[in-house]
């Protein structure tokens, strides 16, 4: 079964929303039972039974430090880890809108978007959050802030939504175009580049205001961004990871060894981890240019990962979230189940 929800939006335009709603009630309640077995192995994975249980499906996380990290998902939850992952305390996220995406640009000031245009702020590293006015009730599936001031959120319908002032305004700067926007990286005030439906790169050079398409080597849907100095990285459908070494300017396809979609991407330096669906998870050490599967425990392959956030160059730290609460550790570069 999977339960992702870009995927599920793409399902949801084509066959409308009240259906696919119902559909995916019904795929719920059948892999109740199997939840259950993969629940206790997350639960083990946390390492700790402290704080409070995380049993949402986890779309995004952030790491503010190498001990602080946030997680985001269903039904506005979000939690914060103080201690490396070792434990998590729930958060009260002001919306029952499930978040999709996170984005700390500092580690007190983050945001994170979601369903119905909702945009939610911190201001003391995600220990407190308050809603903000977006003026859209579209959903915002991607949200990225280049300092504390500037940042941008993208979503359905090829919305897209800017601000300068930290969002208590926030410009719609929409694209034409009928698109599925579902990443986007603001890399300074004025420069940033999305990924949505099919393929397609855009970049911006002055403050999201107007965007040039990029020849992309992937046809399918690319759902997740990252960067790692003057490379940038995008992952999609069919296992496709992309990568440009000029800031978005002109991009390659790496070397991956499937076709699993890939959810979550997170690169520095020399190493990087992505994951996916089926409880996938591929790693790098040579910047992104090919990728290898990691073996995971056989229940994980029952769900799918929606994120990893990863620090340091020579021997990563991190951690990864996905699909009814699971977390895993990520330990001088090792993966802590």
Known sequence: ????????????????????????????????VAAAGFQALAHAASGSTKGDPVRVNLFDSAMLSEQDYVVVGDRGEIFLSSDGGNSWNSKASGTPNMLFSVS????????????????????????????????????LFSISFADSQHGCAVGDWGILLYTEDGGETWQDLSLTEDIVLYGVLLIDSRTGILVGESGRIYKTADGCRSWQEKTSPALESLFTLCRSGERVYAAGLGG??????????????????????????????????????????????????????????????LFWLGAVSIRSNSAPVGFGAGAHGFLFRIQQGNLVW
Not at 2 to 29: E, V, Y
Not at 251 to 267: I, N, R, Y
């Open 240 to 301: 496709a990871v992309i990568y440009s070494e000029d800031l978005g300017e002109t991009w390659q396809a790496a070397v991956t060894p499937f076709q699993k979609a890939l959810f979550g991407l997170s690169v520095i330096g020399d190493q990087g981890f992505a994951v996916g669906d089926e409880g996938t998870i591929l790693r790098t050490a040579d910047s992104g240019r090919t990728w290898q599967e990691v073996e995971v425990p056989i229940q994980a392959r």
């Open 1 to 32: 079964m999977h339960a992702n929800l870009f995927r599920f939006w793409h399902q949801a335009r084509a066959i409308g929303f009240p259906n696919m709603l119902k559909l995916s009630r019904l795929l719920l309640l059948t892999a109740t």
């Open 104 to 139: 700390f640009p500092d580690e007190k000031n983050g945001w994170a978007c979601g369903m119905l245009g909702t945009v939610v702020h911190s201001g003391d590293g995600g220990k407190s959050w308050s809603v903000q006015n977006t003026g859209t009730e579209k959903h």
